[in-house]
């Protein structure tokens, strides 16, 4: 798989101090996401079947609700409402029909294990737990974080200054360095993963090992008789750990 390269944004994020730019990115294209979908591309044909294809993650309609424009995600899941439905319908037929193939009721071909029934009844449940999960801007997240990723590897090979505020980075948070680890491995010779690796490694641990301690200078400020030393930057040391955990930022 071959990424185009996005170097602007990348190289905004390293400018910032974090646990981990690609969080930083991640961040800014939800924002920019959850705010293109319900402006103009509320009425662009193309957006409109995709979204009544995918629907968004209850994360995703949680922050679409949360940006006021009722009238713009009305108008979106309004047809996504109606598609979910046609294909709710057509999914169910296959269970009822299953069901009364063994001329018995529904209760009565749970108990005797129609194998056609519980087939189909797999197959609305794994389709249904699949429409849950699925999302648009999912979706375009992610393929906008491998590009960022590919981006990250592409300069720390092709760019001195990019290498060396690399190197006086954090590293990354948990889920970040997956990624990048991932993108290495597809769009990496075995001599550059090793190269990448063996510089993302000790950061990682660096950081790991310093929010390790800045933590214990947090828990420590509880007992009463070090309530005077300053805490400096373990103070948000907790939100921190967090992120580089989870990817997710606590505020
Ligand atoms: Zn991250
Ligand atoms: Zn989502």
Redesign the pocket.
Known sequence: MKYHIDTIPVWDAYHQES??????L?SNLEKNYVESFLGASVMEPDTRIEVNRSGFCPQHFKLLYDAQNRLGLALLTHTHLKELINKFESHCKKVLKAAGQNKTSVIGSIFGRNKDFDAALIELQNWITKQHSRCLICDRISNTMNRYAYTILYLYDTDADFKKTFDSSKG??????A?TIKIARETLSAKKQALWLSAVIPLQLKSFNNLEHELSQFINKFDYRQQDKPLGSARDSLPRTL??LT?KYMD
């Open positions: 646990e981990c730019p690609l969080c930083i991640h990354f948070c948990l889920d970040h360095l990624l992120q580089k990817g």
